[in-house]
């Protein structure tokens, strides 16, 4: 079990709670797809490539994320690729961000993220909700902390975790 099979449970970011009420069986859907393109996914985390959503649109498994390189991108597209080659039952929206390549090697995303301190009671969630009017958006905060979180349930008072800009605003 990797990274991914711990921390994508569900759909997550702008329009997964929109997804999963207008189509019921849109969490089975995203499990099917989230396995069928599992060693995607992984390579995309291998590349640091920060999620911003992923549910289901439609039929197809959606996916918004920003890649710290062209090169980290295409690994990701040519991993898509050779899982289906129609890429018919999955949609992207990869950008690259070459100023975010070191930020992520470091655990963190641009330079102009807020900072905040974990208090007692916070969630991810809560967290998303103060600073992106959506609890939903809670793993953004997540990938930009990934070198001091392994898992979104499990945050501990006193963390400083960085707070990505609302590119969404």
Known sequence: ???????IKGMFGRGAAAATKAQPDAPQRFDQLKEKYRSALEAADQEQIQFYNM?????KLFVKAVAPSEQARDRFWSEIRQINPNEDDISTEITVDSGRSQAATAGGGSQSMETYTVKSGDTLSK???QYYGDSDEYMRIFYANRDQLNDPDKIKVGQQLAIPPDDNA
């Open 1 to 7: 079990m990797g990274l991914f099979d711990s921390v």
């Open 127 to 129: 967290i998303s909700q």
């Open 55 to 59: 549910h289901m649109d439609g039929d």
